[in-house]
């Protein structure tokens, strides 16, 4: 009787990992499309700054009210209604009201529905998965939506609005048909005890880890800003097309190395390959070879950050009852990052390159030092138990080459 209740379980366990990679995988195929779609709405770049702005703070506003309301009714009830309502606003955008009103009004309600169920969607990719594969689970899931989103984003782009509306409502409708078919089971056990936003913020582990995310992602947006004006139209396009491929292949590099060697480790070294990228580039900046060498450490570096940032770091420190509190407050960062250029777009021509390179470098490597402080997520038991396994494995391979001998 234990064992079959035991193999049920496990059963249950792994298609819910499965429901979780269908449900975050339509999910950022879908935010990637959004975007797209908002970038379409207006013809302005100051009016397609203020809607992304305007789409970030409805995302950060209703993703804690979205963490608040899944305490007393559920994470799946949320989940559902969520995908329905997103599918919903999706279709806003076909009634073409170019007033500016109404466009602030349907932004705000896609960032809305984008921010409300994003809390608990990750908290139950982390009640999903167990410490020693949420990197590798995470990994395959970006990889997958990344190389996903490419073609379909570039598929919309040949659409107008209206059909470029409808393809997105429709995309977002098949994660809920998909949901209703795969009957999703609730995982992760309730303790009843109520935690508040005040009390997470205590968390020393969080602060150590949130000030260098906070820090890499204002100053990579912000860098973002001077390089439009500073390179050659094509060598920004070929950065801009080519980090998110960079980034998608390296995140799943990534799941595997944070699984193996831990969070930690990797964060500290990415911090310093692009505080070493930005230096480089300030030395020489004008030189190719040094621009393509930042592409791929600041591809690297954003691939490996959005996975441990956002899919992984929170689950690890938090419990049942705090996940998408913790996933909240771990969202913000990158939020914020994207509310920036509305602020700092005027100013950015009064800003010498040179100097915004060297700050960058210097800030990053400053990001480093709250995290010689940090625990390692990753319990140390795991870690050098893998290492264990890779030196007998090792071993064997050399005893069966000197008994081949």
């Avoid at 490996?304 to 420190?317: A, E, K, Q, R, S």
């Amino acid at each position: 009787m234990f064992k079959n209740r035991f193999l049920k379980e496990i059963s249950v366990i792994h298609r819910n990992v499965f429901i979780v990679f269908i449900l975050l995988s339509n999910t950022f195929i879908w935010y990637s499309m959004t975007l797209l779609l908002i970038d379409n709405l207006s013809a302005s770049l100051d009016m397609s700054l203020a809607l992304r702005a305007t789409y970030y703070l409805a995302a950060i506003a209703f993703s804690f009210l979205g963490s608040l309301v899944s305490e007393s009714i559920g994470k799946l009830r949320i989940l559902f209604f969520w995908i329905l309502i997103g599918a919903a606003v999706s279709l806003l955008p076909v009634l073409s009201n170019n007033t500016a009103n109404y466009l602030l009004v349907v932004v705000s309600l896609l960032g809305a529905s984008f921010g409300f169920g994003m809390p608990s969607c990750l908290a139950y990719f982390a009640d999903s998965t167990v410490v020693e594969n949420r990197g590798r689970m995470g990994g395959i899931i970006f990889l997958a939506a990344n190389m996903s989103a490419l073609p379909l984003t570039m598929l919309i782009m040949k659409f107008d609005l209206a059909m470029c509306s409808l393809t997105i409502a429709i995309w977002r409708g098949l994660g809920l048909i998909v949901l209703f078919a795969l009957r999703p089971a609730e995982v992760g056990g309730k303790t009843g005890k109520y935690v508040s936003f005040s009390s997470i913020f205590h968390d020393r582990s969080l602060i150590l880890y949130l000030v260098p995310w906070l820090t890499f992602s204002f100053v990579d947006r912000f860098e973002k800003l001077i390089f439009q004006d500073f390179l050659e139209q094509d060598l920004y396009r070929f950065i801009v097309m080519g980090e998110p491929i960079i980034s998608a292949v390296f995140a799943f590099i990534g799941g595997f190395l944070s699984d193996r060697i831990g969070r930690k480790r990797i964060v500290i070294y990415c911090l310093i390959l692009t505080g070493l990228a930005y230096a480089v580039i300030g030395v020489s900046p004008t030189t190719l070879i040094s621009w393509y060498f930042y592409a791929l450490i600041d591809g690297i570096a954003l691939g490996m950050f959005w996975l441990i940032f956002v899919l992984i770091l929170w689950g690890d420190l938090s419990q049942c009852a705090t996940r998408e509190k913790y996933y909240v407050i771990g969202s913000i960062p990158y939020f914020l990052a994207n509310i920036m250029p509305v602020f700092l777009a005027p100013y950015v021509t009064l800003i010498s390159p040179y100097a915004a390179f060297s700050f960058a470098s210097f800030f990053l490597f400053l990001a480093v030092l709250p995290l010689m402080y940090a625990i390692e997520t990753l319990p140390e038991k795991k870690i050098e138990l893998r290492r264990l396994r890779g030196y007998v494995e090792r071993a064997k391979k050399v005893r069966d080459k000197y008994v081949k001998s």
